[in-house]
């Protein structure tokens, strides 16, 4: 099932308190236990997509799968694309954490804000 997750930025050093500013919104293939799902994934690829938040500024792309696992990568090219650390290992759900690296080379910490059942994000 297509679930939205929200993912704001953790506590880090340039965000004490972390930042509901900073971060992603996400259309993700999660299996009931929370987890990424490569088969939904291959049925429904074209509605997962997310955008990145980042202090007023948006990008937008969609998940891929492949040698480095699972990342994100930017519609416009210029961004790259982002890896997410483990990202068959972690479950999607309310209060646990996940790392990606982001393009700037960057591994951040984010927390999984919200889960819920929504209609595609619009591309």
């Not at 259309?27 to 997962?48: C, E, I, V």
């Not at 969609?62 to 790259?80: I, K, N």
Request: hydrophobic content about 30%.
């Amino acid at each position: 099932m297509i679930r939205r997750v929200r993912l704001e930025l953790a506590r880090c050093h340039e965000f004490p308190e972390g930042s509901e500013d900073h971060g992603y919104e996400l259309s993700l293939p999660l299996g009931p236990k929370g987890y990424l799902d490569h088969d939904h994934w291959m049925r429904q690829r074209k509605n997962a997509v997310f955008h990145r938040f980042w202090g007023g500024e948006e990008q937008h792309g969609q998940l891929r799968h492949g040698r480095e696992g699972w990342t994100l990568a930017f519609t416009d090219g210029a961004g790259g694309k982002e890896v997410i650390f483990k990202g068959d290992r972690h479950r999607f759900i309310e209060g646990e954490y996940v790392s990606i690296r982001e393009s700037d080379g960057i591994t951040r910490t984010f927390r999984v804000a919200a889960v819920r059942s929504a209609p595609p994000m619009p591309r």
